[in-house]
């Protein structure tokens, strides 16, 4: 079961620049270049930037970056 859809503006930006986030982690253990790690739900990840692009919510690089930031961090 996935989680709630994001409802307000600030829960659609914070979705986008946390799906962002993961999809670059994803990728990043995909390439070998770090081991472990949460398993990432790449379906729902491209989904919510595909849908939150469509009504103009893009990610915002300074948030991804503190998003990773956070996930290396286990925050």
């Known amino acids: ?15 986008v620049n946390l799906a962002a986030a993961w999809l670059r982690f994803d990728a990043a253990r995909r390439y070998g ?5 949460q398993t990432v739900d790449v379906v729902r990840c491209r989904e919510l930037l595909s849908r939150g692009l469509a009504n103009g919510w893009v990610p915002r690089e300074v948030d991804v970056d503190a998003a990773i930031d956070r996930i290396v961090r286990g925050g």
Not at 33 to 37: E, R
Request: zero cysteines; charged letters at 15%; hydrophobic letters at 30%.
């Open 1 to 15: 079961m996935s989680a709630p859809d994001p409802q307000t503006p600030t829960e659609w930006q914070e979705a």
């Open 33 to 37: 270049l770090i081991t472990g790690g």
